[in-house]
């Protein structure tokens, strides 16, 4: 194995141990306070929902990478289709949990006089719902639109060469057309959501100049940590966005492909490193992987 490979190899282990953990952490310090009897607040729902389909893509994204890097024989169509799918849906689910609870922290946020916000406001956990059940239409035209390409591949693996190659080409167009609108959609809806929360800030620091209070009231700190929550999880969708830009384009030769390898490391490092971003902009989960680290940190010194 060259040095890049082995290096991108080593970066993508990393990435998916630390994602696991991260996902993890979340996952169970939500449901040990679900499994206490605690009720969990509509945000900690969707984090750990987001948590699971992430956990679900990590793995997805591993087992693909392990099949067209180490063991192509393995890679049959049955097993392709399947992990395919398992990819899409993971996907889907991650993306738009992530843009749901952006949604909700406008809501809840965010202040405005207007009759139809504030009606927005008081039906938040509905708002958040609708959202998703929307975001299903997507989802099952990107699964559409899998089962066609896969027919029309079918049929015309025996055709002619000219025939086959156009072919492949259209599919890419489409792929990529498909792929683009229903990633533009939620990254148009964070982008308006961290507008609408920056201006709500605006509105709010303004505000208390007028009063004469001080900026940093408990308001102001909630606007900003909302808004690095946004900003961090746009700034990961686009570098994801061009990631599965670059691997669609690249998809006619996956296999040993460093620019392939590439992408999926970048796509894991979306994965991991906003798992830890919302942990941090979490009060609850802040607390508990600080207590974590340093009752860690005291079993290593015990330890030792």
């Not at 609708?130 to 079918?154: C, E, N, P, T």
């Not at 959609?185 to 201006?199: A, E, Q």
């Not at 746009?234 to 390898?261: E, G, H, K």
């Amino acid at each position: 194995m060259s040095l890049l490979p082995l290096i991108l190899s080593v970066l993508a282990i990393a990435e998916f141990v630390l994602g696991n953990f991260a996902n993890i952490f979340i996952a169970l310090v939500n449901g040990i306070d679900w499994f206490k009897g605690q009720k969990l607040s509509c945000a900690d729902g969707i984090l750990t929902a987001l948590a699971v389909s992430r956990i679900g893509f990590l793995w997805v994204i591993l087992l693909n990478w392990y099949a067209t890097m180490y063991n192509p024989g393995f890679y049959s169509l049955e097993v392709r289709i399947i992990v395919y799918t398992a990819w899409l849906v993971s996907n889907h689910f991650g993306l738009w949990l992530a843009v749901s609870l952006s949604i909700f922290y406008l809501l809840k946020i965010a202040n405005f006089s207007s009759l139809f916000f504030l009606h927005l406001k008081w039906k938040a956990k509905r708002v958040v719902l609708i959202v998703l059940l929307g975001s299903l239409v997507f989802l099952f035209s990107y699964l559409a639109d899998m089962s066609l390409k896969l027919k029309m591949k079918m049929n015309n693996n025996k055709g002619n060469v000219t025939w086959v190659t156009n072919l492949e080409h259209i599919l890419h167009l489409s792929d990529m057309t498909v792929f683009t609108i229903v990633l533009i959609i939620p990254f148009t809806m964070s982008l308006t959501t961290l507008l609408l929360l920056l201006f709500s800030l605006w509105k709010h620091l303004k505000k208390m100049q007028l009063s004469r209070k001080g900026s940093q009231d408990a308001s102001t700190k909630v606007h900003v940590r909302a808004m690095q929550t946004v900003i961090s999880f746009l700034l990961f969708f686009f570098i994801y966005f061009l990631a599965r830009i670059t691997s669609i384009w690249n998809s006619n030769n996956l296999q040993n492909n460093s620019v392939a390898m590439l992408c999926q490391v970048l796509e894991l490092l979306c994965c991991s490193v906003h798992s830890f971003v919302l942990i941090w902009g979490n009060k609850k989960l802040r607390q508990a992987i600080l207590s974590f680290l340093s009752q860690l940190k005291y079993w290593v010194k015990e330890n030792k």
